[in-house]
């Protein structure tokens, strides 16, 4: 097999040398030093991109987060007394370009920057980064078990001071998954203690990759567990979040606005399920992704006939 030199004549397989996270996995057996201002440039820089995310496509973002993962990389092995920091970044920024991956459906690469993100929390003791990747990996798991057993290690991973936006996300995605599954009582406990993480949660100051965990968002992930689980609190729940929601589009909007149409839908606010599913339509397609594209199907079953339009539309977009 043909071999390359990498980063100081070491050797390594082509196939791994070739892609973002061989090269991570191999750097991270490396140490050196660089200053600080360019430490913290680099750090810096990778939570900028998970901000970025919030506006970008995925296909727009890719590029920029693989080449600041090499940039990364190529430091690690002169990280000296920064080396913890920087592998921090580098699993937050190999994270990020799974779940970019994903949202592109390369399903395989996705799944191999979740492998080095993992190495990345393990390398440097920091459980939280963990829990990111086993939140993005719940996204895309096989079965509702294996996604909450990825979810309730996630949840272990984020208590803790400085991890209450963490918290909240991660307990609601567990609800999330729950209601899908059925386990309504399991459903109900996890978006409350979600809601009780966000009391003392500052999505603003902790991690950049939970910034777009905004009470916007939150109140989604309670639309999308009563949705799902057919409670009667979902008409005051879609009430709160249009009344919240106002005349802005917040970050996560094609999210919010999918569970939020969804929501009014199902509890029988026709007139403006429809208005907020059109403002979803215009959110998903300058922003499409995959979470919209699920969306967006669930969103034309529901719609009335009236609007058979925007449904035929919705559903040529989620294909």
């Avoid at 201002?37 to 919030?54: F, K, M, N, T």
């Avoid at 078990?145 to 001071?161: I, N, P, S």
């Avoid at 403002?279 to 979470?291: E, R, V, Y």
Wanted: hydrophobic share 45%; with cysteine; proline share 3%.
């Amino acid at each position: 097999m043909k071999r390359r030199t990498l980063l100081g004549g070491a050797t390594i397989g082509v196939s791994a040398a070739a892609e973002p996270w061989g090269r991570l996995a191999f750097a991270l057996s490396k140490g050196s030093k660089i200053d600080s201002s360019s430490a913290g440039a680099l750090i810096d820089r990778a939570a900028e991109l998970h901000v970025q995310e919030l506006n970008l496509s995925a296909r727009r973002l890719q590029s920029t987060v693989e080449s600041h993962l090499d940039a990364i990389t190529a430091a690690l092995p002169r990280a000296g007394e920064y080396e913890r920091a920087l592998t921090i970044a580098a699993g937050e920024t190999a994270a990020l370009a799974g779940w970019v991956a994903w949202d592109l459906g390369e399903h395989g690469k996705a799944d191999a920057y979740y492998k080095v993100t993992s190495q990345c929390a393990a390398t440097a003791g920091h459980p939280p980064l963990r829990a990111l990747v086993l939140t993005y990996s719940s996204y895309g798991g096989s079965t509702p078990k294996a996604k909450m057993d990825c979810l309730a290690q996630a949840a272990r991973d984020v208590r803790g001071h400085g991890n209450a936006t963490a918290a909240a996300w991660v307990l609601g995605r567990h609800a999330e998954e729950a209601a899908v599954a059925g386990d309504e009582m399991g459903a109900l406990r996890a978006l409350e203690r979600a809601r009780f993480a966000y009391d003392f949660a500052d999505h603003t100051s902790e991690q950049a990759w939970v910034r777009f965990v905004t009470p916007y968002r939150m109140d989604s992930l309670a639309l999308s567990v009563y949705g799902q689980l057919g409670r009667p609190e979902l008409t005051s729940a879609a009430d709160t979040a249009v009344d919240r929601l106002g005349d802005e589009l917040p970050d996560g909007g094609v999210v919010v606005l999918g569970d939020l149409a969804s929501a009014l839908l199902r509890g029988g606010d026709v007139d403006q399920g429809v208005y907020v599913s059109r403002q979803f339509a215009t959110a998903a397609q300058t922003k499409p992704n995959t979470m919209g594209k699920e969306r967006a199907a669930t969103i034309a079953a529901l719609l009335p006939d009236s609007a058979r339009e925007l449904a035929l539309h919705l559903l040529h977009f989620a294909s």
